[in-house]
């Protein structure tokens, strides 16, 4: 039995661009707020919040930005649901005696610059450890130092952003 894929490529217009970075953007402000009133309840209370704690933030935070409501609300609840997992994991860490535990992270805009190589047409995603300084493509050659290249995709993402 052979198997077929198919892909299409969706062409955004600016509005619908517009649009989804803004549910981005309020995505990732909530995943920062609430790994912040985690770290925050276990500081200064000695509290160790749990999911259900921090989901039940999100209704009162709709009250008082706005903005929170042009992303859906199981969206939201997923991404309570991603830090509560990511504590989970990296207790679990220290729990086994690991030497580096790593650390929830707070979720900047265009975390991922570096990863993304725009040379490649599309913008095709390369996964790298940090350890890779570069990177060396086998089929068309191109070399190039991450950092370069993260300049590039700012530079690219700050004309795109004057353009709109």
């Known amino acids: 039995m052979s198997r077929k894929a198919f892909k ?3 062409y955004l217009s600016h509005g619908q661009r517009r649009i989804l970075e803004q549910q981005l953007e309020e995505s990732r402000w909530v995943y920062n707020e609430l790994l912040a009133e985690r770290k925050r309840a276990y500081e200064e209370r000695g509290e160790s919040l749990r999911k259900y704690d921090t989901l039940n933030l999100l209704p009162l935070w709709k009250l008082t930005r706005p903005s929170m409501k042009l992303v859906h609300s199981q969206v939201l ?3 309570g649901i991603r830090v509560d997992l990511a504590f989970h994991a990296f207790f679990r860490r220290v729990k086994e005696g690991a030497t580096e535990v790593g650390f929830s992270r707070f ?3 265009g975390r991922y610059d570096s990863l993304t190589y725009p040379q490649y047409g599309n913008g095709v995603r390369v996964v790298k450890t940090l350890r890779d300084r570069t990177h060396s493509c086998p089929y068309c050659g191109l070399v190039m130092d991450r950092d370069e290249n993260a300049a590039i995709n700012i530079l690219q ?3 795109q952003t004057l353009r709109q």
């Open 157 to 159: 993402r700050g004309l």
């Open 8 to 10: 299409y490529r969706i």
């Open 77 to 79: 609840q997923n991404i």
């Open 107 to 109: 979720k900047g805009f």
